[in-house]
């Protein structure tokens, strides 16, 4: 449903950053103003005004020397409806003063020197002086660039831009009837996420840096069409130069069409500037060895420091998104590849080398993300950090991190970590110490609750700010989306436990089977059993807190988005009366036509075990339990939120579920984003939005 991803978290600020582009490069200049109001102040609690007045922390990289962190800050004006990103500069000294460097610009990289960050700013490459803050021009290419990479040598680059590959549009196959404005298919994959496949494809080009700049560049993909970085998301960090800038590795998924729509297989490629050849890594290992081994996705490469090593995340099974992301290297010398996970039952990401022989990565453990190292040579795994949090990126120089953290009582800010002593960790950023010195939040507390077959399940509740026990108070059952995604220590910028709790609600939100950080079984569960374990596992934790004194369980109600949003048509229709008011925001209601609607296929047809007209009894299963089935049985006001550029659950799902609520008689009230596709990023959208949703549960639970 949507691939989630630590680099690209997923659904985090990266992709809020790239949704207002197109704002930041509007006539009108935003104004600034994160100052809480007098009003704000005295209220003392979180509201999605005083939400979107947090700076939002994107992309942080360490210095060659260790002494700085460079990071992104994006802060937002609602009335411009739109955001500015800055670039700053912090010492990793522990209280310090940081120093804005430059504003409109993004992707920082150090060169090698330390003295010069490389940045993006109007679709070219700048460097920006860290002692003066002049902001030079670096590239000089041809249109607007998508993003770029310098090679550690800093003799070459590479860039990412978008190439004219087939023709799509009617004006272009038929010239004379140039006002025409339709597009024409052969095969599948017409749409993706949020767009409409126009011909174009993200392609890398490789440039010569000379006297000091970059000009345009050769593309290493001419005629293909397919994407690299891949589609959606198109990540730059699924590309990597080695050290000496003679070759380029990065993903692909070199598919097209049905074929494209059907499989997630993607490889790693190298590309080598001198001969000008490409080679597929997980191909040339398959010709002679295990064909069955990188037959799913395969990325982020990462060379080792003497450049004859890749280290690369890797899922053996085709068509499913959420398979062990496992740590593989591959060995140039001898084209060997090394699982260097086997025994360890949880995913890997955010890869880094420290030497050639130990690798230092993120991974998801009981519902927090956590910085784990492993030697290449016995493939032995330490986890260094512990707590409650979410460590969702880090770079490393030597003994130190500064890793990218996250509390569901915190946005991201940046802390120190020192390698000899991992349980240390000392906060470097407070960009929104105005809130936090302000605002009030509520306690959160880790529970672990008893499943109908007898398991534990990690649950938090978070209690609304100044909690008295002697009261009671409406409780929400928070469904989570993906549906393979963790509910962990995250800060969200829309789905907000803290924004919900200073609405007077307790939420209960549990990591239900299907969701990683607690071992692959209890991961792959969920896939083909919808409306199986998962939805009970639910229901043990509402019912398990509904129990206590202070939960007024005669106003319960449902909410949740994705998968979260199935979940919660689903027990529109099976919930025996606990809830009292539901809200679903891109929610699947009808399978067989979500299977003719959606775009890529592998997703349904792993986890519902295939087409509605397949004779496999796991799929029959999932369509005879596809939450339009249950209509009849709607008895609760519900709230359906939906975008109207969503592909990957097109809008027409939500539009199926109010027609039926409504031609059943159900209060429902339908909330439709022309301008948002699966998540809702716009400032002025995203209060809408809030609005909507606790005007509904006021409405119903109060």
Known sequence: MERIKLT?????????????????????????????????????????????????????????????????????????????TSLWLASTDIG??????????????????????????DGQIFTVDIKTNLLTQFSFIENEIDGFGVAPAENRIFYVQKVAVEKRNSADIYPDMDKSKAKIYDDLMARH??????????????????????ENGKDIMEGEAWDAPMAPYFDIAEIAWNGSGTQLAYTCKKQTGTEYAISTQSDIYVYDTQNETTKNICMDFNADKNLDMFQGYDTYPVWSPDNTKIAFISMRRPGNESDKERLFVWNSADNSMTDLTPTFDYNATNVIWDGNNIIYFVAPIEATRQICRVDCNTQKVEILTSGDHDINHFTKKDNIIVAEITKISMATELFKINIDDSQNISQISFVNKNIYDNIQMGEVQKRWIKTTDGKQMLTWIIFPPEFDATKKYPTLLYCEGGPQSVVSQSWSYRWNFQLMAAHGYIIVAPNRRGVPSFGQEWLDQISGDYSGQNIRDYLSAIDDVAKEQW???????????????????????????????????????????MYGHTEEL?????????????????????????????????????????????????????????????????????????????????????????????????????
Not at 115 to 121: E, S
């Open 602 to 702: 592998w997703f349904v047809n792993n986890d519902y075990g295939g087409s509605y007209w397949s004779e496999n009894q796991t799929a029959k299963r999932s369509y005879a339990n596809s939450p339009h089935k249950f209509v009849t049985k709607w008895d609760t006001p519900i709230l359906i939120i939906t975008g109207l550029n969503d592909f990957r659950i097109p809008y027409t799902q939500s539009l199926e579920a109010f027609t039926a609520a409504r031609l059943h008689g159900i209060d429902a009230r339908l909330l439709a984003f022309e301008n948002e596709a699966h998540q809702v990023f716009k400032p002025q959208n995203n209060l809408v939005w809030n609005r909507e949703f606790f005007g509904w549960l006021n409405k119903y639970l109060k």
């Open 551 to 593: 939960c007024d369980n005669t106003h319960l109600g449902c909410v949740g988005a994705s998968y979260g949003g199935y979940s919660v048509f689903f027990l529109a229709g099976n919930h025996n009366k606990r809830f009292k008011a539901f809200i679903s925001h891109c929610g699947i209601f009808n399978f067989e036509s």
């Open 193 to 214: 996420w949020n767009y409409w496949d126009e011909g174009k494809y993200s392609h890398i080009f490789v440039s010569d840096i000379k006297n000091g700049k970059v």
């Open 8 to 84: 690209v978290l997923f659904m985090s600020i990266a992709v809020i950053m790239a949704c207002s582009t197109d704002e930041k490069k509007s006539e009108e200049k935003a104004e600034i103003n994160n100052e809480l109001t007098a009003d704000e102040i005295s209220a003392g609690i979180l509201t999605p005004e005083v939400m979107w007045k947090m700076g939002r922390i994107g992309t942080s990289i360490i210095s060659p020397d260790g002494k700085n962190v460079a990071y992104t800050l994006t802060n937002y004006s609602v009335e411009a409806n739109q955001g500015v």
């Open 96 to 121: 310090s003063t940081p120093v804005k460097l430059a504003d409109d610009v993004s992707d920082p990289a150090w060169n090698t020197a330390g003295d010069k960050l490389y940045v993006m700013k």
